[in-house]
């Protein structure tokens, strides 16, 4: 099945730690994207890639970082410089930067 | 800074009824709008996009798009409880996707 995979679906961190979501997607996109939901409020955008090592910030990148080194493959760093990492994580990826976008399904992450 | 405006809700609807759904944009160079359905706790899915000005059908779904007015909408006909969901709007401009904060869509039996 062609899809979008997130691990893991639930995750908690201590504060001061570091940690990474895995993304990956078998459907030959280009694009990938990651966004950050908080309650009640819209997609942020935290960072974007077009192609193979090479990626963009996005709205709200401090705090973050990402790599690119394979196609299907886009995993995001959650520092501890982000002040406030709790939130819902999700992935996505399209063929092109223009076209519609397809979600993984998510990441929670817990700050204890 | 691009923003997309969309009436939080909660929106209630009656069983069968048709549910409006509607979203406006600032960035004018926006070509294509998307509409997706999220429900609680999920990531969101796709459920319809439009790029030309006027109706796009699809099953229940119909979006509507006036660029001139910045203004889009999501009608969904014969609701049912399970439209019941979060619906963010999403216009496409040069850079990627702008998201709403969503409508909260209740569908009630």
């Known amino acids: 099945d062609g899809g979008i995979t997130q691990s893991p679906k639930y995750l908690f961190r201590k504060e001061g730690q570091n940690v990474t979501l895995s993304c990956e997607q078998n459907?030959?996109?280009?694009?990938m994207y990651w966004y950050r939901q908080d309650p009640g409020q819209g997609l942020r955008l935290i960072y974007y890639?077009?192609?193979?090592?090479?990626?963009q910030k996005g709205d709200i990148a401090e705090g973050y970082s990402v790599s690119r080194e394979k196609k299907e493959s886009f995993p995001l760093t959650v520092t501890s410089a982000q002040k406030n990492p709790t939130a819902f994580y999700l992935c996505?990826?399209?063929?092109?930067?223009?076209?519609?976008?397809?979600f993984g399904p998510g990441t929670r992450l817990t700050v204890l | 800074q691009k923003e997309v405006e969309q009436n939080s809700g909660p929106l209630s609807v009656p069983e069968g009824a048709i549910a409006s759904l509607n979203c406006t944009y600032s960035?004018?160079?926006?070509?294509?709008f998307f509409w997706y359905r999220q429900y609680s706790g999920k990531s969101p899915e796709l459920i319809m996009f439009?790029?030309?000005?006027g109706d796009k059908e699809d099953g229940r779904f119909t979006a509507q798009l006036n660029k001139a007015s910045q203004y889009v909408s999501l009608l969904i006909r014969d609701s049912q409880p399970s439209d019941s969901a979060t619906y963010l709007c999403?216009?496409?401009?040069?850079?990627?996707?702008?998201f709403g904060k969503g409508t909260h869509l209740i569908i009630q039996p």
């Open positions: 996505a990826s399209s063929s092109g930067l223009l076209n519609e976008q397809f």
């Open positions: 459907l030959n996109h280009d694009a």
């Open positions: 999403a216009p496409q401009g040069a850079d990627g996707l702008t």
């Open positions: 439009i790029y030309s000005n």
């Open positions: 890639s077009q192609i193979v090592n090479d990626f």
């Open positions: 960035d004018r160079g926006s070509q294509s």
